[in-house]
């Protein structure tokens, strides 16, 4: 797969079979999309061609909102999509202009000048364009001369991609990790560089790598350990991983991310990992000492290698 960053730097594709969207999640809703796509370019030789946006227009069109929780950052969106076998990526820088371009500036200079697609997969109920101008009969009647054919998404399966987006949002909030697999395909991630923290976790014996996160509208799970599979430099790990405020050591104001991973022992600070959250294991609780917390930690682990075969793997991601 090919990620692009610049319009203005385009390859020229062939028959290309293009949908647009913020497929935020990736979920198994905007994977029937992905689907559509790669059947269509595979029965007209030509490519599929997913358009995304950086960052999500809602943080443009309303700067002030801070309400957005994000299921994926760009970065995570772009590995699986490649996961479900997508050709190509164009990530749109989205500004305010481009938030004003009108319906037929949208159409013209944007979807046919950059892409001539040979196909535009969309929902019913799209709407593009400055004050949403455009949908897509709009769409059509420009296809007749520019030579495209619109593929429309029906109202249902449209309805349940935005039904499995808040239920997304809502099992993960609630911690019920296996709601969210079984709605996205996929575990749940976070992602970001490793960090130094205050090493507490070395000194009981269980030491973690602080993550922070590289963007802050992710939607973050509800404090507690879960067990994880970490990824970092094309290799996978088992692990365990804490969300929480540290109430044992100093009941920290601000929240920490940090995963133990098992069976590692390298210095990573300053490189990106990410992790994927398997099972929600227990909640966040204050114990009266450190050994306290260091004796359910092995029990937690004991409860966390029940998830998985004992051997590591190696992927690339």
Same mark, same amino acid.
């Given at each position: 797969?090919?990620v $692009?960053?610049? #319009?203005?730097?385009l390859? %020229?594709?062939k ?6 969207? @913020?497929?935020?999640g990736?979920? /198994?809703?905007?994977?029937r999309i992905i689907e559509?796509? /790669?059947q269509l ?11 995304t946006?950086?960052?999500?227009p ?7 909102d801070?309400s957005?929780?994000? #299921?994926n950052?760009?970065?995570?969106k772009?590995r699986?999509?490649e996961?479900?076998g997508?050709? $190509?990526?164009?990530?749109v820088p989205?500004? %305010?202009?481009?938030?004003q371009l009108s319906a037929?500036?949208y159409?013209?200079k944007? #979807? ?5 697609p040979?196909?535009?997969v969309i929902?019913?109920?799209?709407r593009?364009?400055?004050?949403r101008?455009g949908?897509?009969?709009? #769409? ?9 054919? %619109?593929i429309?998404i029906?109202?249902?399966?449209v309805?349940? +991609?935005?039904?499995?987006? @808040?239920?997304? /949002?809502?099992?993960?909030e609630?911690?019920?990790m ?7 395909g996929h575990?749940?991630t976070?992602s970001?560089k490793?960090? $130094?923290?205050e ?5 009981i014996g269980?030491p973690?790598?602080?993550i ?12 507690g ?5 970490v ?14 405020k540290?109430p ?6 601000q ?7 098992f069976d590692f022992n390298e210095? +990573?600070?300053?490189e990106?990992i990410l992790?994927?959250m %398997? ?6 609780i204050k114990?009266?000492?450190l ?6 930690m092995?029990?937690?682990?004991e409860?966390?290698?029940k998830y998985?075969p004992?051997r ?5 991601w």
């Amino acid at each position: 797969m090919k990620v $692009h960053w610049d #319009l203005d730097h385009l390859p %020229v594709f062939k028959n290309a079979v293009i949908t647009i969207g @913020s497929f935020d999640g990736v979920h /198994r809703g905007h994977q029937r999309i992905i689907e559509k796509i /790669r059947q269509l370019a595979q029965g007209n030789e030509g490519e599929s061609v997913v358009i995304t946006f950086h960052p999500h227009p809602r943080q443009i069109v309303y700067p002030k909102d801070d309400s957005l929780k994000l #299921l994926n950052t760009t970065q995570e969106k772009i590995r699986l999509l490649e996961q479900y076998g997508v050709d $190509h990526v164009v990530v749109v820088p989205f500004t %305010v202009e481009f938030s004003q371009l009108s319906a037929d500036e949208y159409i013209q200079k944007f #979807l046919v000048g950059k892409f001539r697609p040979a196909y535009i997969v969309i929902g019913y109920d799209h709407r593009f364009g400055l004050n949403r101008q455009g949908d897509i009969n709009y #769409l059509r009647w420009y296809g007749k001369e520019a030579g495209y054919e %619109v593929i429309e998404i029906a109202r249902q399966e449209v309805d349940e +991609i935005a039904v499995s987006s @808040s239920k997304i /949002r809502t099992a993960l909030e609630q911690g019920d990790m296996h709601t969210a697999y079984s709605l996205m395909g996929h575990y749940y991630t976070l992602s970001g560089k490793v960090v $130094h923290g205050e090493k507490i976790g070395s000194s009981i014996g269980y030491p973690t790598a602080n993550i922070s996160l590289s963007q802050k509208e992710k939607l973050v799970p509800p404090s507690g350990i879960f067990a994880a599979w970490v990824y970092h430099a094309g290799k996978r790990y088992r692990g365990m991983l804490y969300i929480g405020k540290r109430p044992t050591i100093n009941n920290a104001a601000q929240q920490t991310i940090e995963v133990n991973i098992f069976d590692f022992n390298e210095d +990573i600070y300053g490189e990106e990992i990410l992790v994927e959250m %398997v099972e929600y294991l227990r909640a966040d609780i204050k114990f009266e000492s450190l050994e306290a917390l260091g004796l359910q930690m092995s029990k937690d682990k004991e409860n966390a290698e029940k998830y998985w075969p004992k051997r590591r793997s190696e992927f690339p991601w």
